[in-house]
Antibody
Framework: EVQLVESGGGLIQPGGSLRLSCAVS????????VSWVRQAPGKGLEWVSV???????YYADSVKGRFIISRENSKNTLYLQMNDLRVEDTAVYYC??????????WGQGTLVTVSS | EFVLTQSPGTLSLSPGERATLSCRAS???????LAWYQQKPGQAPRLLIY???SRATGIPDRFSGSGSGTDFTLTISRLEPEDFAVYYC??????????FGQGTKLEIK
């Protein structure tokens, strides 16, 4: 059974940093694409980043240069390092299995609130 | 910038009726790399349709997708009470940037 469990969200001040984790079971993060998608309160979905099985990474323009996606194969875990956080980064962050773009399994999400 | 525009913003229908949701792209979607998702309050999205017209595993056949190029449609043939939710389209033809539409809320009339 595929499961993705996010953690690491919370309240952080603007300009701060936070690292999200996503523990995966049921598939290998090293052999699959895995993405982060976020959803601001009451708003729609926004794709954030993807890491390919071959280690290539891509980012939405809104987070490029501030966020870093990575994975730890031995723990089958995905990460999102978020730096220089802004109020507009406030959202529920989902990790998800990405089948070359279409997202077939999602975690339950973790809430990040950026506020002073 | 790749933009997906969904219409209508809100659709009010009754159970048993047919729902037609539209997704229009600002440029052609490569190889019909267009997906549809359903999201209910407090839940993660669920994949319904991929490749513009293929149903994901376990999705009832009352859900169907069609279209190509810049115009795509999600049709729900006969609405069940559990179908009232928000629906998003997504393009993934540009593999370096994915784009979601702003969503259509399907509500009970």
């Amino acid at each position: 059974e595929v499961q993705l469990v996010e953690s690491g969200g919370g309240l952080i001040q603007p300009g701060g940093s936070l690292r999200l984790s996503c523990a995966v079971s049921g598939f290998s993060v090293s052999h699959n694409y895995v993405s982060w998608v976020r959803q601001a309160p009451g708003k729609g979905l926004e794709w954030v980043s993807v890491i390919y099985s071959g280690d290539r990474t891509y980012y939405a323009d809104s987070v490029k240069g501030r966020f870093i996606i990575s994975r730890e194969n031995s723990k089958n875990t995905l990460y999102l390092q978020m730096n220089d956080l802004r109020v507009e980064d406030t959202a529920v962050y989902y990790c998800a299995r990405d089948l070359m773009g279409m997202i077939d399994f999602w975690g339950q999400g973790t809430l990040v609130t950026v506020s002073s | 910038e790749f933009v997906l525009t969904q219409s209508p913003g809100t659709l009010s229908l009754s159970p048993g009726e047919r729902a037609t949701l539209s997704c229009r792209a600002s440029q052609s979607v490569s190889s019909s790399y267009l997906a549809w998702y359903q999201q209910k309050p407090g839940q993660a999205p669920r994949l319904l349709i991929y490749g513009a017209s293929s149903r994901a595993t376990g999705i009832p056949d009352r859900f169907s997708g069609s279209g190509s190029g810049t115009d795509f449609t999600l049709t729900i043939s006969r609405l069940e009470p559990e179908d009232f939710a928000v629906y998003y389209c997504q393009q993934y033809g540009s593999t370096t940037q994915y784009t979601f539409g702003q969503g259509t809320k399907l509500e009970i009339k």
